[in-house]
Every structure is written in structure tokens, then in C-alpha cells.
């Protein structure tokens, strides 16, 4: 297997391992043990061989149909799940009976999970894009001439300005493919309108439901009114837009003002909203207030309802009793002539 042995070296057990296999093994704390090669080691991978062959014949013949790497991780483990109920031959126990009864000898998994990505440092050439293992990415166009790094999992591409992830694709498995995102491109567009209804990033984002025939009908629209350049500008305005509003709400707020025909962002922006406001009341019905008997409110009460409650005690003037009576008592000596002490 080239994922784990760069060289057998001659007919014995010895190999030499690549650096990612080994620090797999360091990870997981795992010992390798391979076979001998040729006719001398045939009978010492057979057991293995007939599983894997059990298991492509019921489950992967005829061959799934689905979307994604992830979604078949899934059936995987779902089919990994029916074979505990299975017994091998004439065996009394099932695999998942014998697995049970192993697990307890078995080292514990480390806490932290092995990242099995591959790394690498590019540079993102002029036209916004950088290029993995024979295929290019995408990223956004600020970053032309700078050198981000990529990692490379088995399903998708991250990726990183220092510790910024910048952008993030599905992976592609066939050589010589081009994943493009128009929301990259946006900033560039809007100084060069000119050049959307041809770029590539606008075609996969149509096959991907991202650009939709509602906004193809708000574009034309657009352009008919305002003409072709100021037309694409304000539909690139609109996309800008989809960075915070979600997609949905931004394709209902395009439909409204297609509607009454106020094609401006501004008004996108406003009916969006009012669907994203309109969502979030139908998901948190509040629970109706009992009938109140209309009472008339004060100004002053309304603000003093705000304050904290005030626990300090009620002022009392007995202080200033004493200070009146001091008082008192020397105007009356004034008054006679007699000195103050």
C-alpha cells in the first residue's frame, strides 16, 4: 500500500514507510506488521482479502449512487453496524459477540482525533486562484500574488491567511478541474461589469442553485431600465449582500421588488429583511397576553418603570430639628443684648 510502505525491501517483512504513515502509527500507537511479498506470503492475507471481498459484493454491488464522499462514509459505517448481527461460518457468536469480548484488551483511542490532511504553501496566481494537486481553486480576489496555505482533506479544500480560513471547497477528484466561487470575484466584477455574463464562476454557480432564474429575471429587468453596465453593477450590489443575508431570504427579497419593479439593492436589501423578520416570527410564536382593561399611562411613570427598584430609606428632616432649634436659641440672646458664648 504506497499510503503506508515507499520501498519493500527484498523478500522479507522489512519496509520502508513514508513519514506520514509513521506518524500515524506514533499517533495511535500502532505496530505494522506486513506479509512477505510474492508466492511465499500469499496464504498470509487471505482472511483479509475474502472480508473485503464479502463486503464489496453486498454492499457496493451494484455500485451507490451518491452526492458526496461524506455520504457514503455514512452508509459505510451503517453497513459496518449490520455485520455485527453476522455469524462467520458455524461459529456460535456473531462478530459484534466476539468484537465485545475484545474491546477491553484493546489501548484506548487518543483524545485528540490525527488530522490526515496534506499541507501545502502557494501562491495565488492573477486570476484568483491556486492550484492543488493538478486542479485550481478559487479564492477571494484581495489575495492575488500573496502566499496562503491549503490543506487537502478527503473531502474538501481550507483554505488559510496565517489563521483566517479564506475559503473552503469541495474537493475534486478528477485532474484538470476548476472549482470557482463568484462571491470571490465580486469586488473585481464591480470595476469590470463587463466581464460576468461570460466568467466561468457565473456557469458553476448557476449549476450549483447558487445564482437562480430569479436572479437572472431581476438582472434583465435591471439592465432593460438602467442599461447593461449600471444593470450588472446593481446586480452585483445584490450579491454583495449575500455575505450577510441568507440565500433564501435574499432570493425572496429579489422576487418582491421584481414584483412591484423598484429594482434597486437598497430595496432588496429592505424586502430581504422583512422575510428574514417574518421567518423568525413563524419559528418563535410568543404565547398570547391576557386582554388588558386600556389604562392611560404616564410620561414619568413610563420612565421611573425602567429604574431599579430604590430600597433607600424615606429622608427625614430630625437632623435639621436640631440645627433649627441652635439657631433659635441664639437670636433670642441676640436679641437681649447678651454676648455669645
Known amino acids: 500500500m504506497k499510503a503506508a510502505v515507499a520501498k519493500v525491501i527484498g523478500f522479507t517483512r522489512e519496509r520502508r514507510e513514508n513519514d506520514r504513515w509513521i506518524t500515524f502509527r506514533e499517533h495511535y ?27 464489496r459484493r453486498n454492499h457496493l454491488v451494484p455500485v451507490p449512487e451518491v452526492d458526496s464522499l461524506a455520504e457514503l462514509n455514512l ?18 457468536r ?9 474491546q477491553p484488551l484493546l489501548k484506548p483511542l487518543p483524545d485528540e482525533p490525527f488530522d490526515t490532511s496534506r499541507t501545502f504553501a502557494l501562491r495565488v496566481d492573477r486570476h484568483s486562484r491556486i492550484s492543488v494537486r493538478t486542479n ?46 463568484l462571491d470571490h470575484y465580486l469586488e ?16 458553476q454557480a448557476k449549476a450549483a442553485g447558487k445564482f437562480t432564474p430569479v436572479h437572472d429575471a431581476w438582472w434583465a429587468a435591471t439592465c432593460k431600465v438602467r442599461g447593461d453596465r449600471d444593470g ?30 423598484t429594482l434597486t439593492a437598497d ?37 421611573l418603570a425602567h429604574l431599579p427598584p430604590d430600597t433607600r ?6 437632623p435639621y430639628d436640631q440645627l433649627l432649634g441652635r439657631r433659635t436659641r441664639g437670636t433670642t440672646a441676640a436679641s437681649k443684648g447678651e454676648q455669645m458664648p
Open 136 to 181: 485550481c481553486y478559487s479564492v477571494p480576489v484581495r489575495f492575488i500574488g500573496r502566499r496562503v496555505r491549503a490543506l487537502l482533506h478527503a473531502n474538501e479544500l481550507v483554505v488559510y491567511d496565517g489563521a483566517t480560513e479564506i475559503a473552503r471547497h469541495e474537493r475534486l477528484i478528477a485532474k484538470g478541474g476548476e472549482r470557482l466561487v
Open 29 to 55: 500507537g500502532l505496530d505494522s506488521f506486513y506479509c512477505r511479498p510474492g508466492l511465499t506470503g500469499a496464504h498470509e492475507k487471505g482472511g483479509v482479502e475474502g472480508d473485503v471481498g464479502y463486503f
Open 313 to 318: 430609606p424615606l429622608p427625614s428632616p430630625a
Open 188 to 203: 473585481a466584477l464591480v470595476r469590470k461589469p463587463g466581464a460576468l455574463p461570460g466568467a466561468t464562476a457565473l456557469e
Open 267 to 303: 430595496a432588496v436589501a429592505l424586502e430581504a429583511r422583512k422575510a428574514q423578520e417574518a421567518d423568525d416570527a413563524d419559528t418563535t410564536l410568543p404565547e398570547p397576553e391576557p386582554r388588558r382593561e386600556p389604562t392611560v399611562t404616564f410620561l414619568t411613570a413610563r420612565r
Open 232 to 261: 450588472t453593477r446593481a446586480l452585483i450590489d445584490v450579491l454583495l449582500l449575500g455575505r450577510r443575508i441568507p440565500h433564501e431570504h435574499l432570493v425572496a427579497g429579489l422576487a418582491a421588488t421584481l414584483r412591484v419593479g
Open 94 to 102: 456473531t462478530i459484534g459477540e466476539y468484537f465485545a469480548v475484545e
Open 75 to 92: 452508509l459505510v459505517d451503517q453497513w459496518d453496524e449490520q455485520d455485527d448481527a453476522r455469524r462467520i461460518r458455524m461459529r456460535p
